[in-house]
């Protein structure tokens, strides 16, 4: 039967009138709020789509990826999730409408409903409550973000699940967050309500009745106006949270907190008092507004024109600059509009090149000729995983004689097959998955830059790839250069390689951004960017340099 913990509080996240109001950065925040106050929290997202995980949805519709340290891919809010609090989501952090469907069908063919008519009430909403408090083990507080807006058609069954819990665990236990939107009108000079009104209304004909109202609004909202929307909604005046637009996102649990946020959560839940503790968060937030330089880095990717899809990408090299307390601007390249020529006028001002994972042979002539650039320019490079078999590719192409080499991925017919599936050829995929997902040990060489980045000898990083690198290739590879300075325990899959003589040049096999977190930036991107900005540097004293120069040659100017 199914039990609830009783010690375990629950706040459940949902959103009203419009999507991408930010939800999952609402729900991280306050994870992280109640944290600083020394709660043990946890963590959920819940999925109203069908798909039975994110794995096979486009980056360009649904955002990146995330992987967890298990190696399930999950929904791009987790990233939010692990880089606000101290958690590390796994297998139970996510699940979606498909997933619960798959299980209740599974059961329903074992026979486990003893010849019951299988019905959405109450049996995929009691599957929906034992996925949220099969994780509430552990943690004094679990946060539940329900996806999707509410009036929607597929989030019913899971806005039913949590109107249950909170019967289940009573009044005490658990408390309801719904973020909507509060827009300003220019036309008026007002701010509006209604769509507020309108979506708590929605909420309570379910039975949901909210307890804290997150509104979104370009401004602070004036205390006339959380009167209205408290005395509308049927909820306390101190209970109607600004959640103003700032500048950057890590700032949002200071503006929750200053709201009074997390005092609401801890008298509705009857939680014992503890003092508030932000400082590190302030800190970081002061640092990454009071940058004491920038760097610029080129990314040559095949998603560019869509932010989402490389989120903790982004995120992550935000935090290799605020270790060095500068401000990292991103310069997005097409990795397909890099016909020769752009090169030039595309990266040659950047300070740094980073070529990101992706799937399909789209871009990567381009990212091939992005990293030659790179290599011979002598201008910092990260490569990350599609990053690294594009430069093996260039590697095996440009300087071991290998002309044609390429990934399988991308020609099948290749003569020199420097990248393949080699887990195909072990037999490990035989049973399903073909993808290797997760966390893996890597072993890193002496003296290389990934064991100086690490400060250990070894890397725990996770991948999310089909291909490897065909280590059948490396004697060439390694005579024209290129140094493997990580590698598996078993040592049969490459991790890390590196060109010993280039100022900074890594490419990995794995996704360490996903990883970084901004009070424990990766130590990768936290390299990268330093030899990023001291590649800048270096081309100010030359600039310097040569102006000095014209100065000595022509005493007129
Ligand atoms: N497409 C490549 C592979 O499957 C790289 C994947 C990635 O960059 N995540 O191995």
């Known amino acids: 039967m199914m039990k609830s913990k009783r010690s375990t509080k629950y706040i459940f996240v949902t959103g009203g009138v419009v999507s991408s109001l930010g939800k999952g950065l609402a729900a991280a925040s306050i994870a992280r709020i109640l944290e600083g106050r020394g709660f043990r929290i946890t963590m959920q997202k819940l999925d109203p789509y069908i798909n039975v995980d994110p794995g096979t949805m486009s980056p360009f519709q649904h955002g990146e990826v995330f992987v967890t340290e298990d190696g399930t891919e999950t929904d791009l809010d987790l990233g939010h999730y692990e880089r606000f609090t101290t958690m590390t989501a796994d297998k139970h952090s996510n699940f979606t409408t498909g997933k619960i469907y798959q299980s209740v069908i599974e059961k329903e063919r074992r026979g486990d409903y003893l010849g019951a008519t299988v019905q959405v009430i109450p049996h995929i909403t009691d599957e929906i409550k034992e996925f949220i408090l099969r994780v509430s083990e552990n943690c004094d507080i679990q946060i539940v973000e329900v996806g999707g807006t509410v009036g929607d058609i597929e989030s019913l069954p899971f806005l039913e699940a949590i109107r249950q819990i909170r019967l289940d665990v009573g009044r005490n236990n658990a408390a309801f967050v719904h973020l909507t939107l509060v827009p300003w009108i220019a036309t ?296 493997v300075s990580g590698l598996s325990p078993d040592g049969k899959f490459v991790e890390i390689v590196e060109y010993p003589e280039h100022p900074w040049f890594l490419a990995c096999q794995f996704h360490p951004e996903y990883k970084s977190r901004p009070l424990a930036p990766h130590p990768l991107f936290r390299d990268f960017v330093a030899a990023s900005y001291r590649h800048k540097q270096g081309r100010r004293a030359n600039v310097a340099f040569q102006d000095q120069d014209v100065v000595t040659t022509n005493p007129h100017r």
Request: negative net charge.
């Open 188 to 483: 008026s000079g007002e701010l509006k309500t209604k769509p507020t009104q309108h979506s708590v209304r929605e909420l309570r004909a379910i039975g949901i009745q909210p307890d804290i109202l997150l509104c979104r609004c370009d401004r602070a909202i004036p205390q006339e106006v959380k009167r209205k929307i408290a005395l509308f909604c049927n909820i306390s005046e101190d209970a109607v949270i600004s959640a103003r637009d700032v500048e950057t996102i890590y700032e949002v649990p200071l503006a929750l907190s200053a709201e009074g946020i997390d005092e609401i959560i801890m008298k509705l839940l009857d939680l014992p008092y503890r003092r508030k503790s932000l400082k590190d968060w302030e800190d970081l937030v002061h640092r990454i507004q009071h940058p004491v330089d920038e760097v610029t880095i080129g990314i040559v990717g095949k998603y560019v024109s869509y932010e989402d899809s490389y989120k903790s990408l982004n995120e992550a090299l935000l935090h290799g600059g605020v270790a060095a307390s500068l401000k990292v601007r991103l310069k997005w390249v097409e990795a397909e509009e890099m016909a020769n020529g752009k090169l030039d006028s595309e990266l040659s001002r950047v300070d740094g090149i980073l070529v990101p994972g992706g799937f399909g042979v789209r871009g990567v002539a381009g990212m091939i000729e992005a990293i030659r650039y790179a290599r011979e320019k002598r201008v910092p490079f990260f490569g990350i995983c599609l990053g690294l078999q594009c430069a093996v590719i260039e590697c095996a192409r440009n300087l071991a004689g290998l002309p044609d080499a390429d990934s399988t991925e991308f020609n099948e017919a290749t003569p020199y097959k420097v990248i393949y599936k080699l887990r195909d050829l072990l037999g490990v995929d035989a049973l399903g998955g073909t993808m290797r997902l997760g966390a893996y040990t890597a072993n890193l060489a002496p003296g290389s830059l990934a064991r100086q980045a690490y400060g250990e000898d070894v890397a725990i990083d996770r991948h999310r790839h089909r291909y490897e690198v065909n280590q059948e290739f490396l004697p060439k590879l390694t005579a024209a250069g290129l140094k």
